[in-house]
């Protein structure tokens, strides 16, 4: 991860909130305070800081280093925030916006609140900074991850110079949540399959780029480590040309 070199507590609220499909939500922050944020691009991420159900404001941590994890942490829990990891879809300086995508799914605190989430429900924002970060000497590049990966693979595929010869291997939850976009698309329609499965069969089985190539892989914590470990192992890729990120771990609930 490459942390930005000055980065602020931002607090903003909804503007808007849209469903894109059965298992994808955007919602739109927005206020003054964005203009402290440093667009990075590619897959730049953030702590995501919300209001629990039944509280009825948002209360932030005040400091701007990574000791606000014990602040936070100290609060009782009448007034402590809910803290997630997401990527930023896109960041609009002019209009004092950020596009944040969620894959939403169960009764999670996180889904939950975006349910119910409107106009004027405050959030906030840290910057945590990028993982995407493609050396000058690979020539193409190797984009996968599972559904919590798939705004930050937009995103970077946003930022791709057009000549760069790309791939892309997605799995969704299912075939409603494929986007019109040129991938290796799969979807788990079968709830018994464990998510990362049929994407990492898939690109065991795919011919992958030419030349030194750069790959970028997220999503859950297994199907991050297994590709790295498919792509050193079986096809000799150097373990320098490959950013893998573990995003969530099936089973185990982000801390609060």
Not at 149 to 177: K, N, Q
Request: net charge neutral; charged share 25%; aromatic share 8%.
């Amino acid at each position: 991860m490459h942390t930005p070199g000055a980065r602020k507590m931002i607090t903003l609220e909804v503007r808007r909130r849209e469903f894109l499909s059965p298992s994808f939500a955007s919602v739109t922050l927005g206020g003054p305070d964005v203009r402290d944020l440093v667009p990075a691009g590619n897959d730049q991420a953030v702590r995501l800081f919300f209001p629990r159900a039944g509280q009825t404001g948002l209360r932030m941590p005040t400091l701007s280093s990574e000791a606000w994890m014990a602040q936070v942490l100290l609060m009782p829990k009448s007034v402590r925030p809910w803290v997630r990891n997401l990527t930023i879809r896109r960041v609009r300086p002019a209009d004092d916006e950020v596009d944040i995508e969620f894959a939403v799914h169960g009764d999670s605190p996180m889904s939950d609140w975006v349910r119910r989430a409107g106009p004027g429900s405050p959030a906030g924002i840290f910057d945590i900074g990028t993982v995407y970060h493609r050396p000058a000497h690979t020539a193409a590049q190797l984009l996968v991850g599972d559904e919590t990966a798939l705004p930050a693979i937009l995103s970077i595929l946003d930022g791709t110079p057009p000549g760069l010869p790309t791939e892309v291997f997605l799995e969704v939850p299912s075939r409603d949540d494929v986007r019109d976009v040129g991938a290796h698309w799969c979807s788990r329609d079968d709830p018994g399959l464990r998510p990362g499965e049929l994407v990492l069969d898939a690109l065991r089985r795919a011919e992958l780029p030419a030349g030194r190539f750069y790959t970028w892989v997220a999503g859950e914590s297994q199907l991050a480590t297994s590709v790295r470990r498919h792509l050193v192992n079986d096809r000799g890729v150097p373990k320098q040309d490959i950013s893998f990120v573990g995003y969530w771990r099936l089973g185990r609930s982000a801390p609060g």
